[in-house]
């Protein structure tokens, strides 16, 4: 496979110039949150839909090399709540690791319940720089009320989100391009930052970036031989995705992706959007957003 290959990734910022690499989706968790997290992925459950194994199945303290290796020079330690009363604790942990490890983007994360605004401003008033949240996991609408002072918050603040919210790889609820498009139309000033270029609605996606100024996507998996079996990018599609090039970050999914973590570097060359494209997909863009000199 192509960019398994030792040395491709260190190959690939030699020949682009960078400085590194900015992946804005990468998970670090509680120990036990990511233990459950990749028993859920070996056993393929339904939200996964197929066969997924674990590429980087390591310690924290592994994993954290193993990015600094690859030249990652910021990173994204995702988490996500399910259930009420998951979120603050998840939002103390983020902080702590944060506090740790200089590279990583303090992040946060919440989910619909009461208090939601109250720990997300405490979150914010801490230094987080980035949230998560996962529609399809967490199983809510984006426009639940109980979320709405969140919404605002962030808003106000200009922090970006990174949600997941297209129906891939299984549809949810409430996933789909709808309830984003809602959102927007009540928050547009939301720099929403959308996962997986939002898989499998991808133009529909495309269209609300087009729309709203502040949407971004990140390239998390897509165009992998892995994706591309199942939700494949539309090619006359790639045109847009060319233009939007100031608004398309990397992310990797690192740990819990079944290929090598270079595989998703591969995945965006063959494009062949240029090397102006690349250098600010897998740098550039990214360091602006965060301020990274």
């Given amino acids: 496979m192509h960019g398994a290959e030792p040395g491709y990734v260190a190959d690939f910022q030699r020949r682009l110039g960078l400085p590194g690499i900015v992946d804005v989706h990468t998970h670090f968790m509680p120990e036990s949150v990511m233990r459950k997290v990749w028993a859920y992925f070996d056993a393929a459950g339904p939200m996964t839909a197929r066969p997924w194994p ?5 310690g924290a303290e592994q994993r954290l090399k193993t990015l600094r290796d690859f030249g990652v020079r910021a ?3 995702l988490v996500y709540a399910h259930r009420p ?3 603050a604790w998840l939002d103390e942990w983020t902080a702590e690791f944060a506090a ?10 919440f989910y619909p319940e ?3 605004a109250g720990y997300v401003a405490t979150a914010l008033a801490a230094g987080a720089r980035i949230f998560k949240v996962h529609i399809q996991v967490g199983d809510f609408s984006p426009m639940d009320p109980l979320l709405t002072d969140v919404w605002a918050l962030l808003a106000d603040a200009g922090t970006p989100v990174v949600i997941h919210c297209g129906s891939g790889p299984v549809p949810g609820r409430f996933t789909g391009p709808e309830p984003i498009a809602e959102l927007l139309q009540r928050f547009p ?3 929403l930052i959308i996962a997986h270029l939002g898989a499998p609605e991808y133009t529909a996606f495309l269209d609300l970036a ?3 100024e502040h949407v971004r996507l990140d390239t998390t998996m897509t165009f992998t031989d892995f994706f591309d079996a199942v939700d494949t990018f539309p090619a006359t599609a790639l045109p847009r995705l060319a233009d939007l090039g100031d608004r398309i970050l990397f992310g990797s999914d690192f740990p819990n992706i079944p290929y090598a973590y270079g595989h998703a570097l591969y995945a965006l060359e063959r494009l062949e959007l240029g090397d102006d494209w690349l250098r600010a997909v897998c740098h550039d863009n990214g360091a602006r957003l965060f301020g990274i000199d």
């Avoid at 674990?54 to 390591?58: A, G, L, Q």
């Avoid at 200089?102 to 946060?108: E, I, R, S, Y």
Wanted: net charge neutral.
């Fill in 100 to 109: 740790a490890t200089p590279d990583c983007l303090h992040t946060a994360t």
């Fill in 114 to 116: 009461p208090g939601a």
């Fill in 85 to 87: 009363g998951m979120a």
């Fill in 54 to 58: 674990i590429t980087y199945r390591d």
């Fill in 210 to 212: 087009d729309r709203y």
């Fill in 75 to 77: 990173f994204t330690a």
């Fill in 189 to 191: 000033a939301l720099r």
